[in-house]
């Protein structure tokens, strides 16, 4: 077993690292995630830098030959360590992953070089629309219709807490085509801003990932051409389950990064604190919770590279997958507790930092599956 990273993967990453402290970690970040707001120019730099190319093969505009998921994620935990933009980070996997990475997978060759050279520039966002007001957990379970007409489909639903929605010029939408088969029935379509009845609607404010806004998306009466829908008529389950391991791995890579400078800041906090004439981590008290954060950061690791592992090497990957977003999201969360401990009330404070860090985590533990359902997935794989 070799744990160690080639040259070429690694030095790929330190620019990443370099980059995101130079061009995303500017100190606007405490005022735009006050008023939640997405930083353009900066997701234009990404898509200058090839970030937004990490998704698609070269021939569609993408960064390298091919995608390779496993110097995707190592080099977008480097992002997430050095670009303290948590919801830009979501922004930029979402649309990487659940997006580009489908259309990348399932797309034809027309599909793909119509709409994978424009996101993968960042001139195009795209959004990836699934859960409704009645189908979160339950996704499969959406009233989304598609009914087949001479050229397309016509759509008809209501899409919500979709990343990027109010700014997304193109969707990967899910509709059910034939409602009498359940989840047998669900397709997947391409459906942009050219078409009418292709409605991305306002922002809704939320709790944290602030500068990633999220949002509805209505499709009324939109006509969908043939050529948009995206894999086989009722296979939209499986071109949704595939996308998904995708964006499980990538997303939280990005926070393995975040989660491993948020240690570094917080070793760093309980160097230099003095109380009681002594640094606060020679109390045990801190120490200990501090070694709990390293435990978490280094177990998180290691699930999420065996993740990248298994999908470079083509191998199932659905029970790791859920294990790598119940592990590594619930451990965000509470190191982001911890430290916010560590730190006292400089901790509570907007102005250190540090308290944005729980606010982001918490998303984590919901949005592509919440926990609870992801230890059903393993309590599945485990016959129970
Ligand atoms: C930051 C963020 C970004 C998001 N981005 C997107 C996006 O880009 N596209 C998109 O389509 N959606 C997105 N979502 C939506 C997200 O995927 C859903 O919120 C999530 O799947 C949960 O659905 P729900 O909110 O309807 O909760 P519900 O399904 O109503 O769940 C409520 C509670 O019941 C529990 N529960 C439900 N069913 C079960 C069960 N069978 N067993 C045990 N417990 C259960 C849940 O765990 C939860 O605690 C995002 C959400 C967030 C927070």
Not at 108 to 133: N, R
Not at 295 to 314: F, Q
């Amino acid at each position: 077993m070799d744990f160690s990273w080639s040259e070429e993967y690694t030095n790929y990453r330190n620019r990443i690292i370099e980059f995101a402290k130079s061009e995303l970690a500017d100190d606007t970040l405490i005022q735009r995630d006050h008023e939640g707001t997405f930083a353009r120019d900066l997701w234009d730099k990404c898509g200058e830098f090839g970030i937004l190319g990490l998704a698609a093969p070269a021939r569609y505009g993408g960064t390298f030959e091919e995608v390779d998921i496993m110097r995707a994620a190592y080099a977008l935990e480097g992002l997430g360590y050095g670009c303290p933009d948590t919801g830009l980070n979501l922004a930029l996997n979402a649309h990487l992953w659940t997006v580009m990475m489908t259309i990348t997978l399932f797309g034809d060759e027309v599909q793909k070089e119509k709409y994978l050279p424009k996101m993968a520039s960042g001139e195009w966002i795209g959004a990836h629309a699934l859960t409704e007001i009645g189908s979160g957990s339950d996704v499969y379970n959406m009233k989304t219709t598609a009914e087949k007409v001479d050229g397309g489909y016509i759509l008809n639903g209501e899409k919500r807490l979709v990343t990027l929605a109010p700014i997304a010029d193109v969707a990967v939408a899910f509709a059910s085509t034939n409602p009498k088969l359940g989840k047998w029935g669900i397709s997947a379509f391409i459906v942009d801003k050219t078409m009418q009845g292709f409605e991305p609607q306002t922002v809704q404010q939320k709790m944290g990932l602030r500068t990633a806004p999220i949002g509805r998306i209505k499709f009324t009466d939109c006509f969908v051409p043939d050529e948009n829908r995206l894999g086989k008529e009722g296979a939209g389950f499986s071109v949704c389950n595939h996308s998904l391991e995708y964006d499980r791995c990538c997303i939280l890579a990005g926070k393995l990064g975040a989660m491993q400078r948020q240690l570094e800041q917080t070793v760093e906090y309980a160097k230099s604190r003095q109380q009681f004439g002594q640094a606060i981590g020679q109390f045990q008290s801190v120490s200990n919770r501090i070694a709990d954060m390293k435990l978490r950061l280094e177990t998180s690791r290691l699930l999420l590279y065996k993740m990248t592992w298994l999908k470079k090497n083509n191998k199932p990957a659905m029970l790791e997958a859920a294990m790598l977003k119940l592990h590594l999201g619930e451990a965000y969360v509470a190191s982001s507790l911890d430290a916010i401990r560590v730190h006292g009330g400089n901790g509570y404070l907007t102005e250190h930092e540090v308290e944005r860090g729980l606010r982001d985590a918490v998303g984590g533990v919901i949005y592509a599956g919440t926990s609870d359902i992801q230890r059903n997935i393993i309590a599945k794989f485990l016959g129970l």
